[in-house]
């Protein structure tokens, strides 16, 4: 399996598989497996063998693909039976305590400030560089039960816990460690009518206005995000959250979704965003192919890490104008070529 190098930068990192049996075990040659879709014995590195039956599918003939050899044992789809994820209940008290959403006037008169505050802002600086925007809530609030109702199918389907910042766990990196400061070559400022955006977006999710994006399952992607309204260019999505660790000690984990948080000059103090057990709706965006002009195309949001306040954050902003139905799309590879893109759909 390769893995990250202490010294290597790496977006979204993910994991090549590695060979699940050897080539000469027992006499037998890469030629006696094949996989169950193709029927083809090549690529022998990127073949899992069924634990149960012994036969052979490729990473990326699996639906949907899978991208690293997981650990411990692996059962077909034959043999599991994969169904379709079990749907959220709509239901608003369900809803509003899976995200823990809070309702108090004192929110709503800080969020009106907010909004007051940055459009006299704008008017002032719109000449001098353009700003990021707030995302726009569905007006509907039967509508957003429903986008956040697909979030939690997809989040509970994951055995994932929600959240929306950023978190330190015993045993894992301290909030002191993250520190922009640290970042090899320096790190992108937030400005401050920024950061007031940002706040407002966080704010906005704590009262249940999340936004306007939808999780759907795809049998050949898996879990998807697409766009349930129009958005605009310049547009914060979210932010890339959950646990918060060294890369030293991720460096032999199969997980497909981690994300460099921060690169230290000092590569021991470099640290990576891990979502696994705690994440929001920025886990399922999905990754373009970067093998495949087409797939570049379809790219629509762009992955940035800024120094906020003095610590990192990993933004996903809007990279051009978003239609209504469209699925969001982002380069894992922001870096370097390390994750497997070249059989992505």
């Not at 640290?271 to 629509?300: H, M, T």
Request: charged share 30%; hydrophobic share 30%; proline share 5%.
């Amino acid at each position: 399996m390769a893995v990250a190098k202490p010294t290597t930068m790496v977006l979204r990192r993910r994991t090549r598989a590695p060979k699940r049996y050897s080539e000469v075990e027992d006499g037998l040659g890469c030629y006696d497996v094949y996989c169950e879709r193709c029927g083809s014995g090549d690529f022998g590195s990127k073949l899992l063998l069924c634990d149960k039956c012994d036969k052979g599918y490729h990473l990326f003939c699996l639906r949907p693909i899978l991208v690293s050899v997981p650990k411990g044992s692996w059962f077909c789809p034959s043999c599991t039976n994969i169904k379709q994820p079990q749907l959220f209940p709509l239901v608003q008290t369900k809803i509003v305590d899976f995200f823990r959403i809070r309702r108090s006037s004192e929110s709503m008169e800080n969020q009106s400030n907010i909004k007051k505050r940055k459009r006299a802002c704008s008017l002032a600086v719109s000449k001098r560089k353009r700003k990021l925007l707030a995302y726009n809530p569905t007006e509907d609030p039967q509508r957003r039960l429903e986008q956040m109702a697909s979030l939690a199918t997809a989040l509970k389907a994951s055995g994932t816990e929600y959240s929306d910042g950023l978190t330190y766990r015993p045993g894992m990196a301290l909030r002191s460690a993250n520190c922009a400061a640290l970042e090899k070559g320096g790190m992108q400022i937030l400005p401050k009518e920024d950061i007031e955006t940002l706040n407002l977006c966080k704010k906005m999710m704590e009262k249940g206005e999340c936004p306007p994006l939808m999780v759907v399952f795809d049998p050949v992607e898996g879990f998807t995000v697409q766009a349930d309204r129009y958005i605009k260019d310049l547009t914060i999505i979210t932010e890339y959250v959950g646990d918060v660790d060294y890369l030293k000690n991720r460096e032999n984990d199969d997980g497909d979704s981690m994300m460099t948080l921060l690169h230290a000059s000092n590569p021991s103090k470099s640290l990576v965003i891990c979502p696994d057990k705690r994440s929001n709706i920025a886990r399922f965006v999905n990754g373009i192919n970067n093998f495949s002009p087409d797939g570049r195309k379809k790219q629509n949001v762009k992955c940035v890490r800024y120094d906020v306040n003095g610590e990192c954050r990993v933004l996903l902003i809007a990279n051009r104008d978003i239609r209504k139905g469209e699925r969001l799309y982002y380069d894992y590879n922001g870096y370097e070529h390390e994750y497997p893109t070249e059989h992505f759909v």
